[in-house]
């Protein structure tokens, strides 16, 4: 079956460090890919997402480019600030189906 | 972009009562809803899918009996939590889909259950 492996957290730097957290996926086909984030307290929001193979997606500095050869997603950020602080889960969705499948979220904690 | 709301964000009851959640889909109709459940070491754990005018999908190991999941309207979910232990205490959160095709779900703010 379907499944997001993502780095453990948390993930802790300081303001304007660069950030990378892994995901790997394994799927059957090829998958729609995201990137979701959760504020303390609140619900889930999309981060930014792509749908084929070597597409970029891209929001508020962040960064993910879908890579078929090595199964993997991985989210980028050039310089974190304090308010980036939120887990951030990948997660994938096979074509076909409408159950997306998440990662156990990384917790990123930033610190002034 | 989609909005989906729910409510109550906060709710404290007693062991034994019963407790509703709502999710509302503010601009689109969602023919389908998902409902989750997650710990506090942050991994979410789908607990069912729930589809209008049809009975809710459990995911394994997740009592039907326990966890009612209605589907009444294209814009409105309901999860009602029976009986409710301290057990139960927990953030469950909904989210929405349009369609198969766009991929993307739209979640509500959660909600924080806690059972004394």
């Known amino acids: 079956g379907d499944s997001v492996t993502q780095m453990e957290g948390p993930v802790t730097l300081s303001e304007e460090a660069f950030l990378t957290i892994n995901c790997t996926y394994t799927a059957t086909g090829y998958p729609s890919l995201f990137w979701y984030v959760q504020y303390p307290g609140e619900g889930l929001q999309l981060l930014l997402k792509?749908?084929?193979?070597?597409d970029k997606g891209s929001n508020k500095g962040f960064e993910a480019t879908y890579r078929k050869e090595t199964t993997s997603f991985h989210l980028e950020k050039g310089s974190v600030q304090v308010s980036d602080s939120a887990v951030y889960f990948c997660a994938l969705l096979s074509g076909g189906s409408y159950i997306p499948t998440f990662g156990r979220g990384t917790s990123l904690i930033v610190h002034p | 972009g989609a909005v989906v709301s729910q409510h109550p964000s906060w709710v404290i009851c007693k062991s034994g009562t019963s407790v509703k959640i709502e999710c509302r889909s503010l601009?689109?109709?969602?023919?389908?809803m998902f409902w989750y459940r997650q710990f506090p070491k942050q991994s979410l754990m789908l607990m069912a899918t729930s589809n209008e005018g049809s009975k809710a999908t459990y995911e394994q190991g997740v009592e039907k009996d326990k966890f009612l999941i209605n589907h009444a309207s294209l814009t409105l979910s309901t999860l009602t939590v029976t009986s409710a232990h301290p057990e139960d205490s927990s953030f469950y959160i909904c989210?929405?889909?349009?369609?198969?095709?766009?991929?993307?779900?739209?979640f509500g703010e959660g909600s924080r259950l806690t059972v004394l």
């Open positions: 601009d689109f109709q969602a023919t389908t």
């Open positions: 989210s929405a889909s349009q369609g198969r095709n766009t991929g993307e779900l739209f």
């Open positions: 792509a749908t084929k193979a070597d």
